[in-house]
């Protein structure tokens, strides 16, 4: 009797073991499943960063480019001039005058406009980057759930 009885409890041991084996297997693949999804949106937040940086870069450089040219426009001692020599040019350089202070008002606003986006981006940046780093705890913690399965 104990012939059988020691099958049969083999029998059960060995079905309990593969019981568990395919548990591991299932747990393992969910979890490498979590992993892949978790993987795919990292990338789409590291592709959000790397855009973002390269728009602030752009901006930069337009931000530059603006300062350099409100800088040239209010050096140019032709335009802080206005000479009068009849009528004529007295009318039109009361215009020039005119014209220009509005354009560099124009620029004024354009600038600290293009100022108040890039601190959005850098705004923007950091929220991301924030959410980046939970991407990759939560990335660590699963591969670490996975590693001691």
Not at 7 to 20: G, K, L, N, S, V
Not at 83 to 92: H, R, S, Y
Request: with cysteine.
């Amino acid at each position: 009797m104990s012939g059988i009885f020691g099958e049969a409890a083999a029998a059960m041991q060995r079905a309990a073991e593969e019981a568990a084996a395919r548990e591991r297997e299932r747990r393992r693949r969910h979890l490498q499943n979590q992993i892949d999804e978790w993987i795919g949106k990292l990338s789409v937040v590291n592709k959000q960063i790397s855009g973002l940086e390269k728009e602030k870069e752009n901006l930069e450089t337009y931000l530059g480019e603006w300062e350099e040219q409100k800088k040239k426009c209010n050096g140019n001692d032709v335009l802080s001039e206005i000479v009068i020599a009849d009528l004529f040019e007295g009318v039109c350089a009361d215009n020039i005058k005119d014209d220009f202070a509005e354009a560099v008002v124009l620029m004024d606003r354009l600038y600290s406009g293009g100022n108040a986006m890039k601190g959005d981006v850098d705004t923007q940046i950091a929220g991301l980057r924030r959410q980046e780093s939970q991407f990759n705890a939560k990335l660590k913690s699963l591969r670490d759930e996975l590693n001691s399965i």
